[in-house]
Antibody, heavy 121, light 107 residues
């Protein structure tokens, strides 16, 4: 059974840092690209970072580029999101997701339960 | 970035009703379109990928269609457990983007 379990969320002051983790089990973690997706309170879903299966490729939207860093440890089956220079508009539930592709078309087939990040002074 | 626009933003319906949600992309996304269901306090759940393929375990009352820029999610007979928010997502081009969501409420 696939499980993705996020941790590391909490309250941070503006300008400070947090590191999120996502522990994966029940999957061959090193075979899959992984993404982080966030959801601000009562808002929709926003993709925030992707990393290739082997960690060699990362990509970010402009809203977090230069502040967030995605990484992974395939020996430990853990995905990370280092968030620096946090801003109030980073307040959200952060989900880790597994990317599955079928016939070249990709989707998120598994999601973690999410971890809440609150940025406030 | 490709903008995804869902309509309506919310709807009220009764158990047994047929419900259709529309998703329009700002450019052709060549059928690389997925649908997710989210209930309050939960993570989103994959319903349909590649326009019309049901994820394992998803009831057959859910169906998807469309092509080009216009896509639909249909629930043939709404059940109590279907009251939720539904999101479309394009994964044709980075950055992958979602629609703003459609909340299906009980009438």
């Amino acid at each position: 059974q696939v499980q993705l379990v996020e941790s590391g969320g909490g309250l941070a002051q503006p300008g400070k840092s947090l590191r999120l983790s996502c522990a994966a089990s029940g999957i061959t973690f090193s075979s899959y690209a992984m993404h982080w997706v966030r959801q601000a309170p009562a808002k929709g879903l926003e993709w925030v970072a992707l990393i290739s299966y082997d960690g060699t490729t990362q990509f970010y939207p402009d809203s977090v580029k230069g502040r967030f860093t995605i990484s992974r440890d395939n020996s430990k089956n853990i995905l990370y999101l280092q968030m620096n220079s946090l801003r109030a508009d980073d307040t959200a539930v952060y989900f880790c997701t597994r990317v599955q592709c079928t016939g070249g078309k990709c989707y998120y087939d598994h999601w973690g339960q999410g971890t809440l990040v609150t940025v406030s002074s | 970035d490709i903008q995804m626009t869902q309509s309506p933003s919310s709807l009220s319906a009764s158990v047994g009703d047929r419900v259709t949600i529309t998703c329009r992309a700002s450019q052709n996304i060549y059928s690389v379109l997925n649908w997710y269901q989210q209930k309050p306090g939960e993570a989103p759940k994959l319903l349909i990928f590649s326009v019309s393929t049901l994820q394992s375990g998803v009831p057959a009352r859910f169906s998807g269609g469309g092509s080009g820029t216009d896509y639909t999610l249909t629930i043939s007979s709404l059940q109590p457990e279907d009251f939720a928010t539904y999101y479309c997502q394009q994964t044709y081009r980075n950055p992958w983007t979602f629609g703003q969501g459609t909340k299906v409420e009980i009438k």
